[in-house]
């Protein structure tokens, strides 16, 4: 069974420094891995995804991802943090040509906060 | 990018009545589905919501508890039935776009409240 870890429930930083936030995941064959965020009383909005191909993706608001297949890892990763930035971001797995959705798992989330 | 509302956007329902989500998407969509995120908890799938058949519920989710319409390929509802304080969540619908893409795009959400 799929599963993703996202083991610091927050995460603090400073305004203009770097942020990692981290996901761990586990599952059979291939994966699909996604990142998406949500502010407050809001939906979850897509940042990016792997899927295949190069190990470093990037998505939107200037955000990046790292695909680490040995270390089963995918973590988030910003050069530069913005006040805006804070908010709940989910790592999420699906299996390569699983059945859509079931097999879609979300982490628990991270909160990061960025201080000004 | 295709625009996916709910209605409401939040609620306060009384004990034992019901609640009807309705998710609203401006162009087709393949695949909808329905989740539930609890308080300070992560998502979790309900089910997906099958153009003129039945959903697929996944495992603790029933059709008595949470039955689920998808007329067309551009709507789908979700009731809450018999609400009880547990059932406070925020409900999101999400879609994916053609058969062979990858990735889900989510509603705005409905937060519930039951007292």
């Known amino acids: 069974a799929q599963s993703v870890a996202q083991p610091e429930d927050q995460v603090n930083v400073a305004e203009g420094n770097p942020l990692t936030v981290k996901c761990t995941y586990s599952v059979s064959g291939n994966p699909y891995l996604f990142w998406y965020v949500q502010y407050p009383n809001r939906g979850l909005q897509f940042l990016l995804k792997y899927i295949t191909g190069d190990n470093l993706v990037k998505g939107s608001y200037g955000f990046e991802a790292e695909f680490n297949k040995s270390q089963t890892s995918f973590h988030l990763k910003k050069p530069s943090a913005l006040v805006s930035d804070s908010a709940l971001y989910f790592c999420?797995?699906?299996?390569?040509?699983?059945?859509?959705?079931?097999?879609?798992?979300f982490g628990p989330g991270t909160r990061l906060s960025v201080l000004p | 990018s295709a625009v996916i509302s709910q209605k409401p956007s939040r609620d306060i329902c009384q004990r034992g009545t019901s609640l009807t989500i309705q998710c609203q998407v401006d162009s087709q969509v393949t695949m909808m589905f329905w989740y539930r995120q609890q308080p300070g908890q992560s998502l979790t799938l309900i089910a997906t919501?099958?153009?003129?058949?039945?959903?697929?519920?996944e495992s603790g989710f029933v059709i008595d508890k949470f039955p689920i319409s998808r007329p067309n390929l551009t709507f789908s509802t979700l009731t809450v039935s018999n609400m009880s304080p547990e059932d406070s969540s925020i409900y999101l619908c999400?879609?994916?776009?053609?058969?062979?893409?990858?990735?889900?795009?989510f509603g705005p959400g409905t937060r519930l409240t039951v007292l």
């Open positions: 999420a797995v699906r299996a390569h040509r699983d059945n859509y959705g079931q097999n879609f798992v």
């Open positions: 999400s879609v994916m776009f053609g058969l062979n893409t990858d990735t889900q795009y």
């Open positions: 919501a099958n153009q003129g058949s039945e959903a697929t519920y």
